[in-house]
């Protein structure tokens, strides 16, 4: 904290428990029972133990459980979480969404994750490739029709270095067998063919659909070819940055920079051949946990590969992460990590004397998908924000556990928050910024509170790294200091 | 170093810094992506008339549909009602996809509940989350309306509506008397426009089911799946109280997707009201703006005695001299002279720019009354809409096309591509280049590709803000598609010569 903040930023822990009754008491009693688990105010850790393990406060909500019908929650299904999230952005595969035509449709190019390729020719992020199920398709099974799809994909698409097969729903459903369709295509052609059971109805987010995709990696991608690498002593793997507006790349020049060679980026940016020699790698270095810590333990286990979770948001976190990756390396790398932060703190001198100003005391309220709920709120402490409420679409146990390291006492905390919680919350608390998706932009922006999309970065970023720091902080200004919040109210209005 | 406090930049002039561009090209050594050469000699043949021969001989893969699936109609035409919920049956993650899409086009709210089934709904059958989700919506969110349509999970496994909602009544999920209409819309029959058409029909059954018509004198609109329904069902409404008929227009969501920003977020805004749906039964015609949006409602219609008749969104000159006469056919209001004066002012515009536009050459895709409507239109200019394309559209909407066609010398040269997507307006596109490309954002992978300006007059729009708030059907929106049209035209031939020293001459002040 720095010195200029004479009085701490405190919470209305009290007002948030209020709110958290308004919101229950609106529910019919089965529901009730159900979401008040859900819902919590983050309490202040002051044992000794917390405190030598960096835990700030505790925000005991329940989560990972199926959400309640008619609520309007926000959540996404297990399908966007292997092809919008996992799999969607390995560039140089063809992603098929197989089934009927809307999954793909909806998801087509709205993740942001950049790459750099001649698309419709080696690379296929931007594209929408579907067996476009009819009727005939769900009563007579759709086995040959995929097959008959791989075979024109090998004819349309040679350059493809393989195929992922995204089950939609009725898959599972109907009994189709996409493994054996998998076996036999890739017997035939040699090709990588990777079939993934992430029919929407599975689980009860996006979150399976992480997990599911991972397990495909490990079964249909690891160890099936012999992979030519020269393993390198400081060979890293970047897990679960998929690369939105180019977040991977912002990263990826400060590995560089501190003497670390980037083996692969899973996913955004990524070709098969990133995964495939991932293994060789020394260390992995996870960001998003949420999605992809999965096949980091699969590799520590398999192959005695440690992981390391970091975080690249924001100035203090990135010089603790720099730090942290450092560490694990000899102290080459370790000077060379001091050297960059020292580098980069001219720049982020500048971004803070820049913007603090403008920003300082601001509250914000999050609700967004895998990290970025806990990850991005030193982000907001280093511009001096704070943090009001914050929560997890789809987040376990141990995300909400992780977070006590972030916010501090009285933060609202909402697991799988509904439409219309957020609305109430957003509503009491009237908070200086929300950062959330496109469903709940609109809503917030209409009753006059400033907002920014914290999955997509409201099509800017990047926002990882320093680089991405200036964006970040930019975008904030931005979106809070904007002259049409002022004009909401007509003047005739204000004299009543 | 790359980035700079003073003037922040973003992800595209950022990545273009030395520091990037020679890491991306470190990263590119490790990639095993084809060599340059390769990948070079590919996509030439991906131009060519041998790619384009297997590309449409394809019979199983699609690649870059241009349509979705029935939900995603079944959910619009609904929020066109008086403060009603739509209820999607079956999994959660499709209606987070249908409101993420209609939020990114219209930059509105869009709200929409699901019954949130999971693998043990897959097994048991979702009685119990309908029951649950009723109440919840109900309770919650003090809708007058619960419209419930059906993701293809729900479909697959049997789910039946009708007996579902009568089990929740019987459980108090929402009152007996509560109007909770339904609709079967499989993600695997038809697409968008044909859950359109299934939930409107859902919703009219709704109050008109075993109800006697006494026909009086209004006439019924429907507007049919449409983007730009903010400007358009305004405009239209305009001409139908200029026409003085008496009418109401069977869902117009205008309202709903242009909600002003005061300091209230209006979760309902607008909307037919419940009232007037069921006193619609007594209309004493139902017209349809887009045919393929509406064929199941209007022989619906038809067994109350209605009079029915189907447009193919009313642009353009033909276009709209056919909605006026139709209405005033069905409504017996004569056409006033402030319309036809509209007319003449659209005429006036052709003539000045006929010029710019005579002999122009057009792809046009999207929903099929659209591409019908938009290519009248261009013949109309003196353009010629070489290639329409309707991944939705079937042989009988090809057949119209060719009758429109052959209607015009303009149309000599011009092929109907039904069932195809945008891969294969790719290949046809490479192999017989067109001057203008018009059709959704979907188009601008195809611009890139395929040097050919895009001009977004079509749902969905995500890249460019606020088009749908203007108008484009009436004499009033022909203007606004004429003035669209030329300012591409006019703006890519300012681009392509103001080379100074090389190409300036033709950089003409006045064009």
Same mark, same amino acid.
């Given at each position: 904290?720095?010195?200029?903040?004479?009085?701490?930023?405190?919470?209305?822990?009290?007002?948030?428990?209020?709110?958290?009754?308004?919101?229950?008491?609106?529910?019919?009693?089965?529901?009730?029972?159900?979401?008040?688990?859900?819902?919590?105010?983050?309490?202040?850790?002051?044992?000794?133990?917390?405190?030598?393990?960096?835990?700030?406060?505790?925000?005991?909500?329940?989560?990972?459980?199926?959400?309640?019908? #008619? &609520?309007?929650?926000?959540? %996404?299904?297990?399908? /966007?979480?292997?092809?919008?999230?996992? *799999?969607?952005?390995? $560039?140089?595969?063809?992603?098929?969404?197989?089934?009927?035509?809307?999954?793909?449709?909806?998801?087509?190019?709205?993740?942001?994750?950049?790459?750099?390729?001649?698309?419709?020719?080696?690379?296929?992020?931007?594209?929408?490739?579907?067996?476009?199920?009819?009727?005939?398709?769900?009563?007579?099974?759709?086995?040959?029709?995929?097959?008959?799809?791989?075979?024109?994909?090998?004819?349309?698409?040679?350059?493809?270095?393989?195929?992922?097969?995204?089950?939609?729903?009725?898959?599972?459903?109907?009994?189709?067998?996409?493994?054996?369709?998998?076996?036999?295509?890739?017997?035939?052609?040699?090709?990588?063919?990777?079939?993934?059971?992430?029919?929407?109805?599975? #689980? &009860?987010?996006?979150?399976? %659909?992480?997990?599911? /995709?991972?397990?495909?990696?490990?079964? *249909?991608?690891?160890? $099936?070819?012999?992979?030519?690498?020269?393993?390198?002593?400081?060979?890293?793997?970047?897990?679960?940055?998929?690369?939105?507006?180019?977040?991977?790349?912002?990263?990826?020049?400060?590995?560089?920079?501190?003497?670390?060679?980037?083996?692969?980026?899973?996913?955004?940016?990524?070709?098969?051949?990133?995964?495939?020699?991932?293994?060789?790698?020394?260390?992995?270095?996870?960001?998003?946990?949420?999605?992809?810590?999965?096949?980091?333990?699969?590799?520590?286990?398999?192959?005695?590969?440690?992981?390391?979770?970091?975080?690249?948001?924001?100035?203090?976190?990135?010089?603790?992460?720099?730090?942290?990756?450092?560490?694990?390396?000899?102290?080459?790398?370790?000077?060379?990590?001091?050297?960059?932060?020292?580098?980069?703190?001219?720049?982020?001198?500048?971004?803070?004397?820049?913007?603090?100003?403008?920003?300082?005391?601001?509250?914000?309220?999050?609700?967004?998908?895998?990290?970025?709920?806990?990850?991005?709120?030193?982000?907001?402490?280093?511009?001096?924000?704070?943090?009001?409420?914050?929560?997890?679409?789809?987040?376990?146990?141990?995300?909400?556990?992780?977070?006590?390291?972030?916010?501090?006492?009285?933060?609202?905390?909402?697991?799988?928050?509904?439409?219309?919680?957020?609305?109430?919350?957003?509503?009491?608390?009237?908070?200086?910024?929300?950062?959330?998706?496109?469903?709940?932009?609109?809503?917030?922006?209409?009753?006059?509170?400033?907002?920014?999309?914290?999955?997509?970065?409201?099509?800017?970023?990047?926002?990882?790294?320093?680089?991405?720091?200036?964006?970040?902080?930019?975008?904030?200004?931005?979106?809070?200091?904007?002259?049409?919040?002022?004009?909401?109210?007509?003047?005739?209005?204000?004299?009543? | 170093?790359?980035?700079?406090?003073?003037?922040?930049?973003?992800?595209?002039?950022?990545?273009?810094?030395?520091?990037?561009?020679?890491?991306?090209?470190?990263?590119?050594?490790?990639?095993?992506?084809?060599?340059?050469?390769?990948?070079?000699?590919?996509?030439?043949?991906?131009?060519?008339?041998?790619?384009?021969?297997?590309?449409?001989?394809?019979?199983?893969?699609?690649?870059?549909?241009?349509?979705?699936?029935?939900?995603?109609?079944?959910?619009?035409?609904?929020?066109?009602?008086?403060?009603?919920?739509?209820?999607?049956?079956?999994?959660?993650?499709?209606?987070?996809?249908?409101?993420?899409?209609?939020?990114?086009?219209?930059?509105?709210?869009?709200?929409?509940?699901?019954?949130?089934?999971?693998?043990?709904?897959?097994?048991?059958?979702?009685?119990?989350?309908?029951?649950?989700?009723?109440?919840?919506?109900?309770?919650?969110?003090?809708?007058?309306?619960?419209?419930?349509?059906?993701?293809?999970?729900?479909?697959?496994?049997?789910?039946?509506?009708?007996?579902?909602?009568?089990?929740?009544?019987?459980?108090?999920?929402?009152?007996?008397?509560?109007?909770?209409?339904?609709?079967?819309?499989?993600?695997?029959?038809?697409?968008?426009?044909?859950?359109?058409?299934?939930?409107?029909?859902?919703?009219?059954?709704?109050?008109?089911?075993?109800?006697?018509?006494?026909?009086?004198?209004?006439?019924?609109?429907?507007?049919?799946?449409?983007?730009?329904?903010?400007?358009?069902?305004?405009?239209?409404?305009?001409?139908?109280?200029?026409?003085?008929?008496?009418?109401?227009?069977?869902?117009?969501?205008?309202?709903?997707?242009?909600?002003?920003?005061?300091?209230?977020?209006?979760?309902?805004?607008?909307?037919?009201?419940?009232?007037?749906?069921?006193?619609?039964?007594?209309?004493?015609?139902?017209?349809?703006?887009?045919?393929?949006?509406?064929?199941?409602?209007?022989?619906?219609?038809?067994?109350?005695?209605?009079?029915?008749?189907?447009?193919?969104?009313?642009?353009?000159?033909?276009?709209?001299?056919?909605?006026?006469?139709?209405?005033?056919?069905?409504?017996?209001?004569?056409?006033?002279?402030?319309?036809?004066?509209?007319?003449?002012?659209?005429?006036?515009?052709?003539?000045?720019?006929?010029?710019?536009?005579?002999?122009?050459?057009?792809?046009?895709?999207?929903?099929?009354?659209?591409?019908?409507?938009?290519?009248?239109?261009?013949?109309?200019?003196?353009?010629?809409?070489?290639?329409?394309?309707?991944?939705?559209?079937?042989?009988?909407?090809?057949?119209?096309?060719?009758?429109?066609?052959?209607?015009?010398?303009?149309?000599?040269?011009?092929?109907?591509?039904?069932?195809?997507?945008?891969?294969?307006?790719?290949?046809?596109?490479?192999?017989?280049?067109?001057?203008?490309?018009?059709?959704?954002?979907?188009?601008?992978?195809?611009?890139?590709?395929?040097?050919?300006?895009?001009?977004?007059?079509?749902?969905?729009?995500?890249?460019?803000?606020?088009?749908?708030?203007?108008?484009?059907?009436?004499?009033?929106?022909?203007?606004?598609?004429?003035?669209?049209?030329?300012?591409?035209?006019?703006?890519?031939?300012?681009?392509?010569?103001?080379?100074?020293?090389?190409?300036?001459?033709?950089?003409?002040?006045?064009?």
């Amino acid at each position: 904290m720095s010195l200029d903040e004479e009085v701490p930023f405190q919470n209305d822990g009290e007002l948030h428990q209020k709110l958290i009754a308004e919101v229950l008491a609106a529910y019919p009693d089965k529901s009730r029972k159900r979401r008040q688990k859900h819902l919590s105010v983050a309490k202040a850790l002051d044992t000794p133990e917390a405190e030598a393990e960096g835990l700030m406060t505790e925000c005991d909500v329940k989560s990972n459980i199926k959400s309640i019908p #008619g &609520v309007m929650t926000v959540r %996404g299904c297990a399908y /966007a979480g292997s092809k919008g999230v996992v *799999w969607g952005p390995v $560039k140089d595969m063809v992603h098929i969404s197989h089934g009927p035509v809307g999954c793909g449709q909806y998801s087509w190019s709205q993740r942001r994750n950049y790459y750099i390729g001649k698309t419709g020719v080696d690379t296929f992020v931007t594209m929408q490739f579907t067996t476009d199920f009819q009727e005939k398709d769900i009563v007579f099974g759709g086995d040959k029709k995929l097959e008959k799809t791989i075979d024109e994909i090998g004819e349309l698409f040679p350059l493809a270095k393989g195929i992922s097969i995204q089950s939609e729903c009725p898959i599972g459903l109907i009994g189709d067998d996409i493994e054996a369709v998998s076996r036999k295509k890739h017997k035939e052609t040699g090709t990588t063919i990777v079939p993934v059971r992430c029919e929407g109805f599975r #689980g &009860v987010s996006q979150s399976l %659909g992480h997990h599911i /995709a991972n397990d495909a990696i490990r079964d *249909w991608v690891f160890d $099936k070819k012999d992979v030519e690498h020269e393993a390198g002593p400081y060979d890293v793997n970047v897990i679960g940055d998929y690369n939105i507006g180019g977040d991977a790349w912002s990263s990826r020049i400060l590995l560089e920079e501190i003497g670390l060679k980037v083996v692969g980026n899973w996913s955004g940016d990524a070709t098969l051949a990133e995964i495939e020699k991932a293994p060789k790698a020394k260390l992995n270095l996870i960001h998003c946990y949420r999605s992809m810590n999965y096949i980091c333990r699969h590799m520590e286990e398999k192959y005695g590969m440690p992981w390391l979770e970091y975080n690249f948001f924001g100035p203090t976190q990135i010089a603790m992460g720099l730090r942290k990756i450092a560490a694990h390396f000899d102290e080459t790398i370790q000077a060379n990590a001091e050297k960059v932060i020292a580098k980069y703190q001219v720049l982020v001198d500048a971004i803070i004397a820049k913007y603090k100003p403008r920003l300082k005391g601001k509250t914000v309220m999050l609700y967004v998908g895998g990290l970025r709920p806990r990850h991005v709120v030193n982000a907001y402490n280093d511009l001096g924000m704070e943090i009001a409420g914050t929560g997890y679409e789809f987040a376990h146990g141990d995300d909400y556990q992780r977070t006590g390291h972030y916010v501090k006492d009285g933060t609202l905390i909402y697991d799988d928050a509904t439409s219309f919680e957020l609305e109430k919350f957003i509503e009491g608390i009237r908070p200086d910024l929300v950062g959330s998706g496109v469903k709940e932009k609109y809503p917030v922006q209409k009753m006059g509170i400033p907002f920014r999309q914290m999955h997509s970065w409201d099509y800017s970023g990047p926002y990882h790294g320093y680089d991405g720091f200036a964006i970040f902080a930019r975008d904030m200004d931005l979106a809070i200091n904007n002259p049409v919040w002022g004009l909401f109210k007509a003047p005739w209005k204000k004299a009543a | 170093m790359p980035q700079n406090a003073d003037k922040v930049l973003d992800h595209q002039p950022l990545f273009l810094e030395p520091e990037y561009k020679e890491m991306l090209a470190r990263k590119a050594l490790g990639e095993n992506l084809p060599s340059a050469e390769e990948t070079a000699k590919v996509g030439e043949w991906t131009k060519s008339w041998d790619y384009r021969e297997k590309n449409l001989a394809r019979t199983a893969l699609t690649v870059n549909p241009a349509k979705a699936c029935q939900p995603l109609g079944a959910v619009f035409v609904a929020a066109g009602f008086e403060k009603t919920l739509s209820f999607v049956h079956g999994s959660q993650g499709c209606v987070a996809y249908y409101r993420s899409h209609l939020s990114r086009h219209f930059k509105e709210p869009s709200s929409i509940v699901s019954s949130s089934m999971t693998e043990d709904a897959a097994v048991f059958g979702g009685l119990q989350n309908m029951i649950d989700g009723l109440s919840n919506a109900y309770t919650l969110y003090n809708p007058k309306m619960i419209a419930v349509s059906t993701t293809c999970m729900a479909e697959v496994i049997g789910d039946d509506l009708q007996s579902f909602i009568r089990g929740a009544k019987e459980k108090k999920s929402v009152p007996e008397d509560f109007n909770v209409p339904y609709a079967h819309t499989p993600a695997f029959v038809g697409s968008h426009t044909t859950g359109y058409d299934n939930m409107l029909k859902g919703i009219l059954d709704n109050f008109w089911k075993g109800k006697t018509a006494t026909p009086g004198t209004a006439i019924n609109i429907i507007p049919g799946f449409d983007g730009f329904a903010v400007g358009n069902n305004r405009e239209l409404k305009r001409i139908l109280d200029e026409m003085g008929v008496e009418y109401t227009i069977l869902s117009d969501v205008s309202d709903q997707f242009d909600t002003p920003s005061d300091g209230e977020f209006r979760m309902f805004d607008g909307g037919t009201t419940l009232d007037a749906t069921e006193a619609a039964i007594n209309a004493k015609a139902t017209l349809s703006l887009q045919e393929y949006c509406t064929q199941k409602t209007l022989e619906y219609a038809e067994t109350f005695g209605q009079k029915t008749a189907s447009l193919h969104y009313p642009l353009g000159i033909g276009g709209t001299d056919d909605l006026l006469t139709t209405i005033s056919e069905l409504s017996g209001k004569p056409i006033p002279d402030s319309l036809e004066k509209e007319r003449g002012r659209l005429i006036d515009a052709m003539a000045d720019s006929q010029a710019w536009l005579h002999g122009k050459t057009y792809a046009i895709y999207g929903d099929p009354d659209f591409v019908y409507g938009m290519a009248r239109f261009i013949l109309e200019t003196g353009g010629e809409p070489r290639h329409c394309l309707a991944t939705n559209g079937s042989k009988v909407w090809a057949d119209q096309m060719r009758e429109l066609f052959a209607s015009s010398p303009f149309g000599a040269q011009c092929q109907a591509w039904a069932g195809k997507d945008l891969w294969h307006l790719r290949s046809i596109l490479h192999t017989e280049p067109v001057d203008l490309l018009i059709g959704s954002s979907y188009g601008k992978y195809l611009e890139r590709d395929c040097n050919v300006p895009l001009i977004r007059l079509t749902f969905p729009i995500f890249d460019r803000h606020h088009h749908h708030r203007f108008p484009v059907w009436g004499y009033q929106g022909g203007l606004r598609v004429l003035v669209t049209i030329l300012d591409k035209i006019l703006d890519v031939l300012d681009l392509k010569t103001n080379e100074p020293g090389e190409t300036d001459y033709s950089f003409d002040l006045v064009r």
